[in-house]
């Protein structure tokens, strides 16, 4: 409800002593009104960035949880790197030593079953 100032400061004129009474008691109410409702979209707008805020601080706090546990991620996965890389080498190294360990065994075995003969020309 929009107020009205020419009809309030013509409600305000004492001459008209009744007219004045209830023309008056009308705008206070009108005001308080007015008052009652800008308090009340005030409170409500008030609520909403309570509302917002609290929403804001859960997932900043949800965001931190998520940081933290994205970087116990990567230091378990550059561990699970090294450790795997660590492993592969062993694994060749252990092939190349079979190989050889195969190869020698094969040698050893041709030489003793022709004692005489060597197969190095």
């Known amino acids: 409800m929009a107020f009205d100032v020419g009809r309030f400061f013509r409600a305000c004129n004492p001459s008209k ?15 308080v009104r007015q008052e009652y409702g800008l308090e009340q979209r005030l409170a409500t707008e008030q609520a909403q ?10 997932l900043a706090a949800a965001n931190q949880v998520l940081a933290d546990a994205n970087r116990a991620a990567t230091v378990k996965n550059r ?19 079979a190989g050889g360990a195969g190869l020698w065994a094969r040698e050893a075995r041709q030489d ?7 197969n190095r020309h």
């Open 17 to 31: 002593t009744l007219d004045y009474q209830r023309d008056r008691q009308y705008y206070i109410a009108a005001l």
């Open 49 to 58: 960035r309570q509302q917002a805020q609290r929403e804001r601080e859960t």
């Open 79 to 97: 561990k699970a790197d090294r450790r795997l890389r660590l492993g592969t080498g062993a694994l060749a190294a252990m092939l190349v030593v």
């Open 112 to 118: 003793n079953r022709h004692p005489g003969s060597s």
